[in-house]
């Protein structure tokens, strides 16, 4: 991987399908998310109104997906990093700038079991009362 410095950052979510998902597959979220559904991810990708994407040359390395009012809250639907590039700070410079898109807005997140000791280290409070109606679920 290059020098984190000279890694390119890019704001927006006209990005290439087939690379997204090949970047959710190299970072394990495909795991948790419907790789297999390209209409659903397509969707996914469009319908987000605040994309971060990560760049190490032609090869995407990184990205945060999220869905903001950009002055209460911030849901930050998906962080990936390609495994190839974790825990070298793209993954914290992606929720910086996340963060930077909407500076009056709350981070929120739900994470992964893998990620879940890794946001207390960077700055994240547990918040105790999340609830989910998965998707699927009804109101009863």
Known sequence: MR???RMNYRTGNDLDLDQVIELYVASTLSERRPVEDRDRM??????????????DGDLMVGIARSVTDRVYCTY???L???E?????GVGKELMRRTQAAAPQ????LLAAPKAAEY???VGFTRHESCWWLRSGESIR
């Open 3 to 5: 020098d984190d410095k």
């Open 42 to 55: 397509e969707q996914m990708l469009a319908n987000a109104n605040l994309v971060i994407s990560a760049w």
């Open 76 to 78: 930050l639907s998906d």
């Open 80 to 82: 990936a990093v390609r």
């Open 84 to 88: 190839s590039h974790q825990k070298k």
């Open 105 to 108: 807005a709350s981070l929120i």
């Open 119 to 121: 946001y207390p280290r």
